[in-house]
């Protein structure tokens, strides 16, 4: 079985004020390609620093992420950013769309990171926006759309680098449960099409819809179980 995520011992401190504070305290587990994750645990348990970690925006203190067999605890800052460009999909609470562009342009903005708009690429952000049911609304922006419309959008910029695992932040955060049961059916088909997903979420019945939860706690792993 191949991995997409291997994370070895993880540990993260951070000095504040002069105090030493152990966000993470020796985090492991393995995530199999394929395989679709909840994240959980009270504030202060450490989901924000392991997710900065597996999202390549922080560096471990010590222990090791393995991201498809390649060691990137240690990369340089610019090796970490073309990891996260080419390799990681994010999903934001926020959308995190730029609001003067529109639907199909949003979804082609990491090509303009990772240097890949080309006429295929562009075919590819209208087969994402088709995938997503948001072909009526091309050229729309973000603010004649929805919420779940717009987290759509997002979902269908996290796939157009094809990468290696999805990243999401409390996806529904911001959606109303209707809302919220639309966009989790849509990253369960995505899982079912093998997409591999790591989900950071703080609501159980969302979490209860993925494949395996992980329970943090004081910056420990103390539930890891499949649902």
Known sequence: MRLAVRVADLRKDYVLSGET?????GVSFDVPEGDYISIMGPSGSGKSTLLNVLGCLDRPSAGRYVLSEVDVSQMSDDELAE?????????????NLLPALTVVENIEVP????????????????????MVGLTP???????????????????????INDPQFILADEPTGNLDTATSHEILDLLENLNRQGRTIIMVTHEPDVAARTKRSIILKDGQVVVDKRN
């Open 21 to 25: 504070v152990h966000a993470l305290r």
């Open 83 to 95: 990891i996260r460009s080419t390799r990681i999909g994010f999903i934001f609470q926020s959308y």
């Open 111 to 130: 090509l303009y990171y990772s240097r890949r708009l080309n006429a295929e690429t562009k075919a590819r952000c209208l087969q994402l926006a088709e």
């Open 137 to 159: 609304r091309l050229n729309h922006r973000p603010t004649q759309l929805s919420g779940g419309q717009q987290q759509r959008v997002a979902i269908a910029r996290s796939l």
